[in-house]
């Protein structure tokens, strides 16, 4: 309130100001990088390992492949084609960044196969061109994901199918894949669509470790009455800070103290045996982590 001439007039408090977020220039190029190094490989794994053995993806990109073989169209007009109506959805459903970032991942990959037709497969072995070709199809679409977009129209109809159904994203690719892949066997023969499983179960995982990293993030929690002497030796031994919660036992009603602690994959295997050198009866619960951000994760000197 402030006084004026015995009139009393009332101070609105100002809104705070939201700091704008706004990509540098440095940051979009490298996005934008991510992206043609991620779709690159993607082709590159189509043209030269997939395609050529009769081996499919999963999703719009398996049946660009079967529709390339059965019409003799290149299979690049199919990918572009076939993804533009999902990222229509896409755009009005989940977002304008992820469908122009999965727009130009496909106009890219679309391109990148058209490239590279002519060129002669580095093998045609079945089985190599699978597991090869499974490693690189991972690497790129792990990285156009990393980089916000995707290469494959099959998330957007998972993701808003899931919306309207008791299933969940996962479980709808799932089943849109296992659909794809089982029509590979009267496209290919069902030895190239079990060839195809392999590619896929590979590009799978492959694109774990592209977005999480071979260095995946773990949270844990311990119980012990020795917490203190604990976390003490995690944060001298592992180099990694911990925190300090108030829980209650349901069964006692007695007061616990938890102890809660991020670390890495390669970790995990000395925070165990820290813990066992001060309480052997400690209960550690351990649980994966796809991101970790701010707070103290950085690494601290160990001694």
């Excluded at 100002?14 to 704008?20: L, S």
């Excluded at 977020?21 to 934008?32: A, D, E, F, G, N």
């Excluded at 794809?180 to 195809?196: E, N, R, T």
């Amino acid at each position: 309130m402030v006084a004026n001439s015995n009139v009393f007039v009332e101070e609105r408090p100002q809104e705070p100001k939201i700091p704008q977020r706004t990509q540098s220039k440095v940051k979009t190029l490298v996005r934008i990088f991510t992206m043609i190094i991620g779709a690159t490989l993607v082709a590159v794994a189509l043209e030269i390992f997939l395609v050529p053995n009769n081996i499919i993806d999963g999703g719009i990109t398996g049946i660009s492949i079967m529709f390339s073989h059965l019409f003799g169209i290149p299979i690049g007009v199919f990918l572009l084609l076939l993804n533009l109506p999902f990222l229509f959805l896409g755009y009005k459903q989940i977002g304008k960044t992820f469908a122009l970032s999965t727009l130009f991942s496909v106009i890219v990959m679309s391109v990148g196969t058209t490239l590279l037709h002519p060129v002669k497969p580095l093998t045609i072995d079945p089985l190599l061109g699978a597991v090869f070709g499974g490693v690189i199809l991972g690497v790129g679409v792990g990285l156009a994901i990393r980089a916000g977009g995707s290469t494959d129209g099959t998330e957007i109809v998972a993701i808003l199918f899931s919306k309207k159904s008791p299933f969940s994203v996962g479980e709808v690719v799932m089943f849109i894949n296992v659909f794809i892949l089982g029509s590979a066997g009267f496209v290919f023969g069902w030895d190239h669509a079990m060839y195809s499983l392999i590619a896929y179960y590979i590009a799978f995982k492959l694109i774990d470790i592209t977005n999480e990293g071979v260095d995946q993030s773990k949270s844990v929690w311990i119980i012990s009455d020795k917490y203190r002497d604990i976390g003490d030796a995690l944060t001298h031994r592992l180099g990694r800070g911990v925190t300090y919660l108030d829980g209650e036992g349901s069964y006692s009603g007695e007061n616990k103290k938890v102890i809660f602690v991020v670390i890495t994959r390669l970790e995990e295997a000395k925070l165990k045996a820290i813990v066992e050198d001060w309480d052997s009866q400690a209960f550690i619960a351990i649980g994966n982590i796809h991101d970790v951000k701010g707070g103290r994760f950085k690494k601290k000197a160990i001694h």
